[in-house]
């Protein structure tokens, strides 16, 4: 579908305070100000609609000063740990809120509470009504799936007293946070482990760490598959092996090779198709080796190659210092299909097959959709759902609340929203589209409450396309992503004819037998609505009867060795979260943001990798729960679902709060009194000699969170003579200085992910001092720098060396160089977004203006909607100040080859150029 590209301005502005509602009316409490607009509107003038903005109350944060016991007793500060009762206080924040809803609350005739339907919005209605002086159990509670006017008015015909156990399984989910965070995280901080320890943060933390050990144990097993590319125009099968080389050599800006759906393109265009060799000699082909295996496959590829028309067969064998096992030894086996070789059709096996929609989105496969199809981290797509579920101001309507509730973990659907996606099909798709019989959608999940909907437009006539211009790009995205996968859950299956072809080789009876499949999209169904995906390399195969021949162009043997498990993305993350009961879909955004934030993993290219402080701190957590004497612990995945299974136990009314967590903490103390006496080791060894003393180097745990290698020198000390003493004047008697304990080795440098050394790296280019130039690496990636040594560090004293800096050059996103771009003009044209002032520079598609505040302000200007006189002064200010530039010169180390801006570092590397580091031995 179409996107508009018209956009909502988002607006700075503060809206005004809101005048105190005069005569009768009834106060009805919410948690946002945008679900009290909407929610306002539908209720009418004897209604007032306040929002509690969240939480309002928590657990006590500090213990009071006289509360500490003598006899030395564990205190939390919130909880009695005697009998785990809580002890709330009023954020500090929330103070002028609680303040104007008492006001409120004294003078209206009734009070509802209209917080969210899951238990975090039962808790913050019973944590209001406390504060109001409300009996919870004769409170007005209303809940609604979607803030629709229809949904209002039905809950407010049916209100219901607050839950008190679903308020007490929120409140014990809240102390145990606070009992493993405020016990443990006390522990690590003395021994330098990290900054805190969480029930479920550390749990996730594991699991990532654990992926990442699992990477780097992981020996493959090698095996060899045989690749054939085959023409119908056989005449002009020769001729077409040049042309796709030429072709899938090619990289585009990222250095990568065409996309598996370019080269269908590319087969497809040529008349040709992709095929695996199958059968040689009458025997299933299959060349493999387990990773313990001595077995020699070299030999087989090559004779299958040559079976299936391979001539001039060349082998290259190549060390790869970085592989293990089998994966040490990479071959390589080129060559030429004969000319003279033919395939003939041998069989041909059509069949329709039907795709199903998938099941309308719960709040895991929404965060993981977004991730994967929308680049959209898990806490922004719970942010911008909420902005939807709140309610957008749309022409005509006002506030509207677009989608239902957003934190659900059923796939259940009310007969109503089917019967509206079902009309949608076949008033605005086509009855085609429209299956006989309703879908109906049953959640996996035991614990999923039947009673709460998926995720789903309040109204799937609201098409996103008709909306997109009261809409931000990012509220359009995903409700567009929602309101497919509801529309497409009810619409027909997609059709397809997927085709099988085998092929056996004709000049010569070898018995090489190549099989290729195929798929055509003969109805688009479902994928009509939710779109094909953009992934798709299905292969599109041209008409033909059995009994065609067909010629090689191209013959690839290709060695593979398998791959390790794959590390997390957001999306395989909170998968995992959801499998493992680790949490809840409202807590995963929040999980995945703190072992961020606590550097224990860190995203690479949208993969999670563990950090050194990551991995210690799980082991130091493991090797104290691994204590026989134990029982399980937090740090267990599978005490963690026994967690959430007794909090739902807690929400059912089956035990209490107390009981629950009184058995927690009974388990808990034991674990916690191994951890204080477990010593954390901050370093590992390395395979590395330190250069300046012969001593091991040792990996070592860096503030960031990450490490570096150390000489284990550092821990040895040695006496530093004092330097003479100091002239005085005249009848003083020079004062004595001690010898000073120092580390006899203080070497140190940075090495990257995988413990290897990040030494400089020899690059052929000048810096403009006429000086070489070679690659580091620092906190922010690699750069080029002069190679000089380091400047000194500065010290105290106000006086600093004259020395210059040394020259620095930046690397860009793909690697080329990227020389400093000249200053910009200061304009006095204001920024729209933030206020303040537009800078102006040269850019490839000529002016243009963007903030100067940036990158806290990204606001840009629109160069052509100036006006034509401050247009053509701009141009000329801006051509004088580049022509006033210095140009950058860099040659290469001759002095004489001039290199430009954007060349490709590879082309640059000097063979050979890396130093490496000796390897220790004892």
Not at 797 to 814: A, C, G, Q, T
Request: charged residues 30%; proline residues 6%; positive net charge.
């Amino acid at each position: 579908m179409a996107k508009k590209t018209t956009r909502k301005a988002r607006t700075s502005s503060k809206s005004a305070p809101r005048a105190a509602p005069s005569g009768d009316y009834e106060l009805v409490i919410v948690e946002s100000p945008a679900k009290a607009k909407t929610i306002e509107k539908y209720l009418g003038s004897e209604f007032t609609v306040r929002a509690s903005v969240g939480h309002i109350r928590d657990l006590k944060a500090k213990l009071a000063k006289d509360s500490k016991a003598k006899d030395g007793k564990t205190e939390i500060a919130g909880v009695d740990l005697g009998t785990m009762e809580d002890v709330y206080e009023i954020s500090p924040d929330k103070k002028k809120v609680i303040t104007e809803l008492k006001k409120l609350a004294n003078g209206a005739r009734d009070i509802w509470f209209a917080t969210d339907l899951d238990r975090e919005g039962e808790a913050i209605a019973w944590h209001l009504a406390e504060v109001l002086k409300v009996n919870p159990s004769e409170a007005k509670r209303v809940t609604f799936d979607a803030i629709t006017k229809s949904d209002v008015k039905k809950a407010f015909e049916n209100p219901r007293g607050i839950d008190l156990d679903r308020v007490d399984a929120q409140r014990a989910r809240r102390i145990l946070d606070r009992l493993v965070g405020f016990l443990t995280s006390p522990i690590l901080w003395p021994k330098g482990a990290g900054k805190s320890a969480g029930r479920v943060q550390s749990v996730a933390s594991r699991l990532v760490a654990e992926r990442e050990q699992e990477i780097r144990d992981f020996t493959p097993n090698e095996s060899w598959e045989l690749s054939g590319f085959l023409s119908f125009d056989t005449n002009t099968a020769e001729a077409l092996h040049t042309e796709w080389n030429d072709f899938v050599s090619k990289t585009d800006t990222r250095n990568k090779p065409p996309t598996i759906k370019q080269r269908m393109a590319w087969l497809a265009d040529h008349r040709s198709l992709a095929a695996e060799l199958i059968e040689v000699g009458g025997k299933s082909l299959k060349i493999e080796a387990d990773k313990t295996s001595t077995k020699k496959l070299i030999d087989e590829a090559g004779s299958a190659a040559e079976a299936a028309g391979l001539i001039d067969i060349d082998i290259h064998r190549e060390a790869n210092k970085d592989g293990k096992g089998r994966a040490k030894n990479v071959v390589r086996i080129t060559g030429t299909p004969d000319p003279k070789t033919r395939y003939a059709i041998d069989s041909i096996d059509v069949k329709r097959t039907k795709s199903k929609p998938y099941p309308p989105f719960i709040t895991s496969t929404l965060q993981q959709a977004a991730s994967s199809r929308l680049g959209m981290p898990a806490d922004r797509t719970m942010r911008i759902a909420q902005q939807l579920y709140e309610g957008v101001n749309l022409p005509g309507e006002g506030s509207v609340g677009l989608i239902t509730y957003m934190r659900t973990d059923s796939t259940n659907l009310s007969g109503e929203a089917i019967s509206l996606a079902r009309r949608y099909l076949e008033e605005k798709v086509g009855k085609e589209y429209l299956p006989e019989k309703p879908r109906f959608y049953s959640s996996r999940n035991q614990s999923a409450q039947e009673a709460h909907e998926a995720i789903r437009p309040t109204d799937p006539f609201r098409d996103p396309n008709t909306i997109a211009s009261a809409l931000t790009d990012e509220q359009f995205r995903l409700y567009q992503l929602i309101w497919q996968s509801f529309v497409g859950c009810q619409a027909t299956d997609a059709e397809w004819d997927s085709t099988t072809v085998q092929m056996r080789r004709s000049d010569k009876d070898t018995g090489a037998v190549f099989k290729t499949n195929g798929r055509v999209l003969r109805f688009e169904g479902c994928l009509k609505i939710t779109g094909i995906p953009k992934g798709d390399g299905d292969q599109v195969l041209p008409d033909f009867d059995k009994g065609t021949k067909l010629a090689p162009f191209s013959i690839e043997p290709k060695q593979k060795f398998q791959a390790p498990p794959p590390r997390y993305t957001e999306a395989s993350l909170v998968k995992k979260l959801e499998q493992e009961s680790i949490g809840r879909p409202s807590t995963y955004a929040s999980i995945i943001r703190v072992i961020q934030d606590r550097a224990y993993a860190e995203q690479i290219d949208k993969r999670f990798y563990a950090t050194f402080r990551g991995e210690l701190v799980t082991e130091f957590l493991k090797e104290g729960a691994d204590d026989a004497s134990l029982e399980q612990q937090f740090i267990e995945v599978a005490y963690t679902r026994e967690i959430e299974e007794d909090l739902d136990d807690v929400a059912a009314g089956k035990i209490t709060r107390q009981e629950m967590l009184l058995r927690f903490y009974k388990k808990l103390i034991p674990y916690l009194d191994i951890l204080k006496a477990h010593e954390f080791l901050r370093s590992k060894s390395s395979p590395y000699k330190c250069p300046e003393c012969g001593r091991r180097l040792d990996y070592l745990l860096a503030k960031s969170g990450g490490k570096f290698l150390s000489c284990t020198g550092y821990n040895e000390k040695i006496l530093e003579e004092p330097p003479p003493p100091k002239k005085t004047a005249k009848g003083k008697k020079p004062r004595a200085r001690k010898p000073k304990e120092i580390p006899s080795c203080t070497f140190a440098m940075p090495c990257d992910r995988d413990g290897r050394p990040q030494l400089p790296e020899q690059i052929d280019l000048l810096s403009p001092n006429g000086i070489a130039i070679v690659k580091r690496s620092g906190r922010f990636g690699d750069f080029l720098v002069e190679d000089v040594p380091p400047p000194p560090k500065k010290s105290r004293k106000k006086s600093d060396s004259d020395e210059p800096p040394p020259f620095i050059l930046n690397i860009d996103k793909v690697g080329n160089l990227k020389f400093p771009a000249p200053p910009p003009i200061a304009t006095d044209i204001e920024c729209e977004k933030c206020g303040g002032f537009l800078n102006l520079r040269d850019g490839k598609r000529g002016p243009w203006l963007g903030c100067s505040k940036f990158p806290r302000c990204r606001g840009r200007g629109a160069f052509t909607k100036l006006g034509e006189k401050v247009q053509k002064d701009l141009r000329k200010q801006l051509a004088d100040h580049m022509e006033s530039q210095q140009t950058l010169m860099l040659t290469r180390r001759d002095g004489q080859t001039v290199v430009e801006d954007g060349t490709p570092l590879s082309d640059l590397t000097i063979e050979g150029g890396v130093a490496e580091l000796e390897l220790f031995t004892e």
